[in-house]
């Protein structure tokens, strides 16, 4: 009696809603228990065998009504591995079978993975677009999202063999072996179709570092400049750390690019706010100072001339290119901005006031000869000359 209460005081520790009411129904036959004080071993005694007959009984209906709660969870729609969970926690619950719900669990199993299958068949080739996954995983032309997709599929397929394996000694039979070998050879189909797809992926990122022997710039055909990055070799390096944290190897030449990737980046956004500003420095000059300054726009167009001929993204001297272009650049700016304050501070406000000036002022009461006209303009324009120039 001791040892039986002892192997079922584990319902005190299980967590699964109804257990609650079981374990009030065992603590009730504990203290009905403890509260015999008779010798049991005193044989003249007889109320023990009646006590004992009732213990048994209430332990028996103890443990029919655990079977019971575990129908009522193995009626609902409950996955595998909810199932296996719900049924470690009464492992140590001794004296309730347990088989007859493993083997249930066997059945509703393969159900799953035959589902699984149909998945597979039905989406192979055109897998659905993941939840909670970059935009770019969707337009790679090497359909990465194509593994990752087989990936879930197989590790929903996995878990419950991974819970199922300690038990698998215990469960030895037909219905487990008709499991296991359909499990092996769905395993063996979504693994083929990663390799495949695997494959696939390598052979297009290959390429990728090629592109990194591009020029940095590149003239459009409005004559503007842009930065003359490749798409691609973002893409791969987004897909390559992917990857990586799937635990899949990537090429060598992708792994050499992916340790300069901080590097490209940095280029690319330096290259970029250089161009802007260029270009920003352009807009800004009035039409009519071009020429003027055209020898200082031709300097920055010199330094920018190893961008688009002679350097790529793989040289070493690609930072320095940038700080090169820098200086004739900020010249640009200062002598664009003293240009543009003198036109417009000086020359604009003169031009405003000449226009503004009154050159003849006709008498307006008394009529005056023309010598008296002449010298009274004349007097004015010297006037009006004098503030000008002043």
């Not at 003198?342 to 009461?365: A, F, K, M, N, Y």
Request: net charge neutral.
């Amino acid at each position: 009696m001791a040892s039986t209460l002892e192997n079922l005081s584990a319902l005190e520790h299980i967590k699964v809603e109804g257990v609650e009411k079981i374990y009030s129904n065992y603590q009730t036959i504990v203290s009905s228990t403890k509260s015999k004080a008779y010798d049991v071993l005193d044989h003249r005694k007889l109320e023990f065998d009646s006590d004992f007959s009732d213990f048994q009984t209430q332990i028996q209906s103890l443990i029919r009504s655990l079977e019971s709660l575990l129908d009522s969870w193995f009626e609902q729609a409950i996955s595998v591995v909810k199932l296996l969970d719900l049924l470690s926690q009464f492992q140590s619950v001794s004296g309730l079978e347990l088989k007859p719900f493993y083997l249930q669990i066997l059945q509703k199993y393969h159900r799953e993975l035959e589902q699984i299958r149909k998945t597979y068949q039905r989406q192979r080739e055109d897998p659905p677009l993941g939840r909670n996954l970059p935009p770019f995983l969707f337009v790679s032309a090497a359909g990465l999202w194509r593994i990752l997709w087989c990936r879930q599929l197989f590790s929903k397929m996995e878990a419950p063999m991974l819970l199922l394996k300690p038990r698998l000694d215990f469960l030895r039979g037909p219905e487990l072996s008709r499991l296991v070998q359909f499990y092996n050879r769905t395993a063996v189909v979504l693994m083929q179709y990663e390799l495949l797809h695997l494959q696939h992926w390598n052979q297009a990122a290959e390429g990728a570092p090629v592109l990194l022997r591009s020029s940095l710039l590149v003239r459009l055909q409005n004559q503007d400049l842009s930065v003359n990055l490749s798409p691609g070799v973002l893409e791969v390096l987004e897909e390559a750390r992917w990857m990586k944290k799937m635990g899949l190897e990537v090429p060598t030449s992708v792994e050499k690019m992916s340790r300069r990737e901080s590097h490209i980046r940095a280029l690319k956004t330096r290259l970029l706010d250089l161009l802007q500003d260029f270009h920003s420095v352009l807009d800004q000059i009035p039409q009519a100072l071009v020429p003027l300054l055209q020898t200082f726009i031709s300097d920055v167009n010199s330094a920018l001339s190893p961008g688009l001929t002679t350097l790529t993204w793989s040289s070493l001297n690609a930072q320095a290119f940038v700080d090169s272009v820098q200086r004739p650049l900020l010249q640009l700016k200062q002598v664009c901005k003293s240009v543009s304050d003198i036109l417009d501070c000086r020359i604009g406000r003169l031009l405003q006031r000449i226009s503004s000036t009154v050159l003849l002022i006709l008498p307006e009461t008394n009529p005056v000869t023309p010598e008296e006209l002449l010298s009274s303009t004349e007097r004015e324009l010297n006037q009006t000359a004098a503030k000008l120039s002043w």
